[in-house]
């Protein structure tokens, strides 16, 4: 098995990320064995999202015969079906274990983009998910997401401290996030040629994310019913 740049800075994203979350499990409300649980379904979640994002996207490949599901599956994965996939499992299990998801995932705010910023600086050195004359992309998002996870963060202090609503600082990262792709696809060297009024894929889904946060803001701000 050979280590690339990408993958180890990708496995130090992750590890300071959980690392970071480890130490404030309690604020979640989780005891280390449910939040060690957490851990690995949010895991499993988000690399299966991820991979059928990107069949979904490249199902040419496989119908050609270029790649295959198993035998190429460290091949191609998709960011955005990683975070829908891991947001599904996320919800499946705060059911399941009684807990608010919302609590846990505002944490995640603040993990998220600086386990992902970690990644993108790795992509640069690897060379992977370029940018278009010249530019080095992937620096641009993790500058961006170094910022989102300061914003998450000082949201987060706001809603431990009661003075912003649960879920408020997931759905800001959420939002931040997707505008920041939008931006940057355009520049992005590697995505895939499609265009619906010419806007890409990732485009697509970025607005798709905006418009479930919002839904979910509006939502969230709604007198309870009497």
């Not at 499946?92 to 807990?99: E, I």
């Not at 202090?157 to 959420?174: I, M, Q």
Request: hydrophobic residues 50%.
């Amino acid at each position: 098995m050979n280590v690339t740049l990408w993958g180890a800075f990708a496995a130090g994203g992750c590890l300071v990320s959980v690392a970071w979350l480890e130490r404030h499990k309690s604020a979640m409300g989780l005891s280390e064995n449910v939040f060690w649980a957490a851990m690995w379904t949010l895991l499993i979640g988000g690399v299966v999202g991820a991979k059928i994002g990107f069949v979904v996207l490249g199902w040419q490949h496989y119908a050609r015969g270029e790649l295959e599901l198993w035998g190429d599956f460290d091949t191609g994965f998709v960011f955005f079906g990683g975070l829908i996939g891991a947001s599904l499992c996320g919800i499946v299990f705060a059911r399941v274990r009684g807990l608010r998801f919302a609590r846990g995932a505002d944490h995640f705010a603040v993990t998220i983009p600086l386990g992902h910023a970690i990644g993108r600086i790795g992509c640069y050195f690897q060379g992977c998910c370029h940018g278009i004359d010249g530019h080095p992309v992937q620096l641009y998002e993790a500058i961006g997401l170094f910022g989102i996870a300061y914003l998450g963060k000082c949201r987060l202090s706001r809603v431990l401290a009661g003075d912003a609503v649960e879920g408020s600082a997931f759905r800001l990262y959420l939002v931040a996030y997707a505008l920041l792709r939008f931006a940057l696809d355009p520049l992005r060297g590697d995505g895939r040629p499609e265009r619906y009024i010419g806007l890409s894929y990732p485009q697509f889904t970025a607005l798709a994310i905006i418009g479930c946060a919002l839904a979910w803001h509006y939502h969230a701000n709604q007198p309870p019913a009497r």
